[in-house]
């Protein structure tokens, strides 16, 4: 079974710290998305990559940078954390270099900005 | 940007009906549309991808259908249980290497009451 795991389930932070939430996947898959889920505007895709040190913007990438060093780890970077980025975030993978595949989610990173 | 639409927005039922969940899509130049559940708090759980080229999936009591040219795709729910109450969420992928193509709907909440 594919396993995506992130470092956290909940974090709070303070505006203004610099934020880094990680995601791992455990089965060589090429494609990684971050995404974030909020009430009534649903999942929107923040960044993705679909190779190490490749990536590219999703349709909310302002306020947020992304890292992608080694093929099984995609780390999502706040610069400067604000409260209207309090969210649920969600890490997910896919196989191949075409998005069609099959996307596999983490379990989440509930983040409160105070 | 392609529009996907998740209809009805919440469903409530007996156990043990059969129930029908709809996606609706403006493109016809579906690639695959995926269907997860997510449980309160949680991530995404995958349920069931269709390709453009196949009309069903199948998997234990649930089945997924896909019909391009009216634009829809549906979960069909055989025998619901208590422990099938969720979000229901679609993605749809339009297909190419463009983030741009990937597009969630907004989810049905099903509760299923003993």
């Known amino acids: 079974d594919v396993k995506v795991t992130q470092s956290s389930r909940y974090l709070v932070k303070r505006t203004g710290e610099k934020v880094f939430l990680e995601c791992v996947q455990d089965m060589d898959h090429e494609n990684m998305f971050w995404y974030r889920q909020d009430p009534g505007l649903g999942l929107r895709l923040i960044y993705f990559?679909?190779?190490?040190?490749?990536?590219e913007k999703g349709d909310i990438p302002e306020g947020y940078s992304v890292s992608r060093e080694k093929k099984e780890r995609f780390s999502l970077i706040l610069e400067s954390a604000s409260t209207n980025q309090t969210s649920m975030y969600l890490c997910a993978s896919s196989l191949s270099p075409q998005l069609y595949n099959e996307q596999f989610f983490g379990p989440g990173t509930r983040l409160t900005v105070l | 940007k392609q529009e996907v639409t998740q209809i009805p927005a919440a469903l409530s039922v007996p156990e043990g009906e059969n129930l029908v969940l709809n996606c609706s899509f403006t493109?016809?130049?579906?690639?695959?549309l995926q269907w997860f559940r997510q449980d309160p708090g949680k991530g995404l759980t995958s349920l069931l991808l269709?390709?453009?080229?196949?009309r069903e999936q199948t998997s234990g009591r649930l089945n997924a259908s896909l019909d391009k040219s009216s634009g829809r795709s549906t979960l069909y729910i055989a025998a619901s249980q208590p422990g099938d109450s969720a979000t229901y969420l679609c993605l749809f992928y339009a297909g190419g290497t463009s983030y741009g193509k990937l597009t969630f709907g907004q989810g049905t909440i099903l509760t299923v009451h003993p």
């Open positions: 269709i390709q453009s080229s196949q």
């Open positions: 493109d016809s130049a579906i690639y695959n």
């Open positions: 990559s679909y190779d190490v040190k490749m990536k």
